[in-house]
């Protein structure tokens, strides 16, 4: 079953043709890999799936439901949640309120702190924050500021914040940018791990996470899909490892 369709998507920046008839299927329960050189597209037809951009043509569908002049915070309530080039998280309150707050922002819409405060009867989403932290790792770390964390448990955090809204897609854009190696492994273990039941979408320039994590993988350069099929598949294309060494 396709969860997410894409169809004919196209994107200019002035006289920039950032994509370029675009289609793309992502089945259910399946991790779909886009990959392709810098500058090929990847983190606008992300863009394009969370309403931070409208294509100038072409359908973005998910389950049915057009996701295209949807606010970011209608496309979290129809089950899609994004993980951030660069994380978005509140610095200056605890790991745990970080969860807690996420969880009611999918609950009510755009988050309102002075909603949140209102909110007596916490224990519910106290409890699902916590057990989302437990399966990211992060349990001991609850009572920190978010600040306080490192770069990778950052990350951690913000994976946790999607995964207790319980998406039906999630969203990468490079989960493991800037990381070390062991980091990296940590990430593609973390992500082969949680939400297995949830689809997932990832923008990955390292190769090594694409062949651990990717089920079928499409290829992007110069804003076009040259190429879409199995990771072993990808592997021996010609075309791909043209616009990688000739990007
Ligand atoms: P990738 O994520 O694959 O590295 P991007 O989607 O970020 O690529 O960028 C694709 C192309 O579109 C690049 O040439 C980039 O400079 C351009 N671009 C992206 N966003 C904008 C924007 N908001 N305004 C103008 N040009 C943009
Ligand atoms: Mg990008």
Redesign the pocket.
């Known amino acids: 079953m396709t969860i997410l369709e894409v169809r004919n998507v196209n994107k200019s ?2 006289g ?1 043709k ?2 370029h008839n675009v289609d793309l299927e992502v089945e259910a329960g399946t991790v779909h890999a886009i990959i ?12 394009c799936f969370v309403g931070r ?1 409208l294509p100038d043509t072409g359908t973005v569908t998910f389950n049915g439901t057009s996701l295209l002049g949807l606010k970011p915070h209608q496309i979290n309530q129809v089950g899609v949640a994004r993980v951030f080039q660069t994380p978005e998280i509140f610095g200056d309150l605890s790991v745990l309120d970080n969860v807690m707050i996420s969880s009611f922002a999918k609950r009510d819409g755009a988050f309102r702190i002075n909603a949140w405060e209102a909110v007596e009867d916490r224990s519910e989403v106290r409890d699902k924050a916590n057990s989302v932290l437990e399966d990211v790792g992060l349990a001991d770390s609850r009572k920190m500021l978010a600040d306080n964390l490192s770069r990778g448990d950052k990350r951690r955090l913000e994976l946790a914040m999607c995964l207790v809204e319980e998406p039906k897609l999630l969203l990468l ?2 989960p493991t940018a800037g990381m070390s190696r062991a980091d990296t492994n940590n990430t593609i273990d973390l992500l082969q791990r949680v939400g297995r039941d949830i689809t997932k979408v990832v ?1 990955e320039h390292d190769m090594h996470v694409v062949f651990s994590l990717a089920d079928y993988i499409s290829v ?1 350069a110069q ?1 076009a899909v040259i190429a879409g099929g199995q990771p072993d598949e990808i592997k021996g294309n010609p075309r791909v490892q043209e616009a990688y060494l000739g990007g």
């Open positions: 920046f002035g920039l950032a994509l392709g050189p810098n500058g090929a597209g990847k983190s606008t037809l992300l863009n951009l854009d490079e923008i992007l804003g």
